[in-house]
Antibody, heavy 117, light 109 residues
Framework: QVQLVQSESELKKPGASVKVSCKAS????????MNWVRQAPGQGLEWMGR????????RYAQGFTGRFVFSLETSVTTAYLQISSLKSEDTAVYYC??????????WGQGTLVTVSS | SYVLTQPPSVSVAPGQTARITCGGK??????VAWYQQQKPGQAPVLVV????ERPSGIPERFSGSNSENTATLIISRVEAGDEADYFC???????????FGPGTKVTVL
């Protein structure tokens, strides 16, 4: 069965970096793009962008350029989200989600990133 | 950028029908998906895609429609377990971007 397993919660200080992993199993990893979605505390879902798991091409949504980087390690069927120069407003749950025809059909369990001094 | 609107909340009695709307300019020309999130911080679940299709494992009680400027998620014979936040979603071809609605909290009375 399709599974997306994300890394554990992180507590980081402002200015630090964090790398969230998303390990995929149960399907052909390179056949589906991977979306990343953010949910700030008490807020809705916000699409951050996606990465083509076949070519590595990325598409970042407005507001998620510069400090946010999507990457892959296809040998271990894992996608990554790296956020640099963390700010308190980056505190959120970050989800990876498999892209099926521009719909996120399977989601990871989410990774809480807390940015606090 | 494309904007979706949803009512903040909908209340429904058990056994009744809940209708959750999603407004957008000419949304009838787009493919709408709906996600259920039981609690904030829990992974959303896809319940409807392509306006009215159900993924495997989603009960037939969940259905959808889409026309002109409004898409609707319909939950028939509502159960206590349907209490959750529901988000509509479209892909905006103009910007090649995914757009989520603000979400509707469904309360089962």
């Amino acid at each position: 069965q399709v599974q997306l397993v994300q890394s554990e919660s992180e507590l980081k200080k402002p200015g630090a970096s964090v790398k969230v992993s998303c390990k995929a199993s149960g399907y052909s990893f390179s056949s589906y793009a991977m979306n990343w979605v953010r949910q700030a505390p008490g807020q809705g879902l916000e699409w951050m962008g996606r990465i083509n798991t076949n070519t590595g091409n990325t598409r970042y949504a407005q507001g998620f350029t510069g400090r946010f980087v999507f990457s892959l390690e296809t040998s271990v069927t894992t996608a990554y989200l790296q956020i640099s120069s963390l700010k308190s407003e980056d505190t959120a749950v970050y989800y990876c989600a498999r892209d099926f025809a521009m719909v996120s059909d399977f989601w990871g369990q989410g990774t809480l990133v807390t940015v606090s001094s | 950028s494309y904007v979706l609107t949803q009512p903040p909340s909908v209340s429904v009695a058990p056994g009744q029908t809940a209708r959750i709307t999603c407004g957008g300019k000419n949304i009838g020309g787009k493919s709408v998906a709906w996600y259920q999130q039981q609690k904030p911080g829990q992974a959303p679940v896809l319940v409807v895609y392509e306006d009215s299709e159900r993924p495997s494992g989603i009960p037939e009680r969940f259905s959808g429609s889409n026309s002109e400027n409004t898409a609707t998620l319909i939950i028939s014979r509502v159960e206590a377990g349907d209490e959750a936040d529901y988000f509509c979603h479209v892909w905006d071809s103009n910007t090649d971007g995914n757009v989520f609605g603000p979400g509707t909290k469904v309360t089962v009375l």
